[in-house]
């Protein structure tokens, strides 16, 4: 947009002499600056964390078949096994036939917690 010269807005000043045109008239010349006439500074953006616009897949985890193999393969008969998100709790007995509480990490099979209740 080209620059208002000023003796336009000194016309416009003097042929109304009110307080709105005086507004007006100095909206114009502000918004005749060159700064309003430069390009719109880059505005920065957030740096993404995640893949966009696809769901997180499910970690990949072992079966129960596999993970209960494995778990007797330590000599534990299983007598119950609860899925808790990532955690398999297996309660069975051990050759002493003692109770046993077992937590497994599902991606790993790695036994996380062994407890035995006498």
Do not use: C, N, W
Request: proline share 9%; glycine share 6%; no cysteine.
């Amino acid at each position: 947009m080209p620059a208002t010269p000023p003796s336009t807005v000194r016309s416009i000043l003097s042929s109304r002499g009110t307080a709105v045109t005086f507004a007006a008239a100095l909206a114009l010349a502000a918004f005749s600056h060159p700064a309003f006439s430069a390009p719109p500074a880059q505005v920065a953006q957030p740096a993404q964390t995640t893949s966009p616009a696809s769901p997180a897949s499910p970690p990949a985890t072992l079966t129960l078949d596999a993970l209960e193999q494995r778990v007797t393969a330590q000599g534990i008969r299983v007598k119950e096994m609860k899925v808790r998100g990532l955690l398999l709790k297996v309660e069975g007995r051990d050759a002493q036939h003692r109770k046993v509480k077992l937590t497994l990490d599902r991606r790993t099979g790695e036994v996380l917690y062994r407890g035995f209740d006498d």
